[in-house]
């Protein structure tokens, strides 16, 4: 077994917050091996320390007053529904932010249990991978839960399926959510031909 694939075991046996703290390393580029170490994650004893990053510096901010942090906040979320979206095969058309925080992600009609990956899927980024920049986890998702209630018929086994398949999809494709997010915070629209890659 590689190293790497030890240090995945080891990053899944994790407390959320450790979780938090190795991904914060990770997004900034390193592998997992030296994000464990550099987190500290592994040091039950010990407090984590978080990266000194932008991203570090967004967290300490006010997230109601801070207009960059709202529309990368918007921004992270629709990439999230639309990476999850490609990801399960599902054209997505349009994505688009506004300056107020609200936006959209328009795709082809799909199955109710993709929907409902797709519909869970910004809550799972926020709010488990990105907790450390958006500490409120992901706001406006009133649209999102009603389309997870209409699609899982409210069963809370049905929910949970739903966090997992978004859970699984968004690790494998981090990269892509933030490359996605960066562009849309930059254009506030981007616009999908065909089913070519995020």
């Given at each position: 077994m590689s190293s790497e694939q030890t240090a995945w075991e080891m990053y899944a046996k994790l407390s959320a917050r450790d979780r938090r703290a190795v991904d914060a390393w990770r997004d900034l580029g390193n592998d997992m091996v030296t994000s464990l170490l550099n987190s500290n994650a592994l040091r039950s004893?010990?407090?984590t320390r978080f990266p000194v990053?932008?991203?570090?510096?967004?967290a300490r901010r006010s997230l109601g007053t801070d207009p960059a942090l709202v529309r990368q906040e918007a921004a992270e979320h629709e990439a999230a529904h639309a990476v999850a979206a490609r990801a399960l095969g599902v054209h997505v058309r349009e994505v688009t932010i506004a300056e107020d925080g609200s936006g959209a992600t328009v795709y082809e009609e799909t199955s109710r249990e993709?929907?409902?990956?797709?519909?869970?899927?910004p809550q799972v980024w926020l709010g488990e991978f990105r907790a450390l920049v958006f500490p409120a986890g992901s706001r406006g998702c009133s649209g999102d839960n009603r389309t997870l209630a209409r699609s899982t018929g409210a069963d809370a086994y049905?929910?949970?399926q739903a966090r997992r398949r978004a859970r699984l999809i968004l690790g494998e494709r981090r990269g892509e959510v933030l490359a996605l997010a960066r562009q849309l915070a930059q254009d506030g629209r981007v616009t999908f031909a065909g089913g070519g890659r995020v």
């Open positions: 004893a010990a407090p990053d932008d991203t570090a510096d967004w993709a929907e409902a990956v797709i519909a869970v899927a049905n929910v949970d």
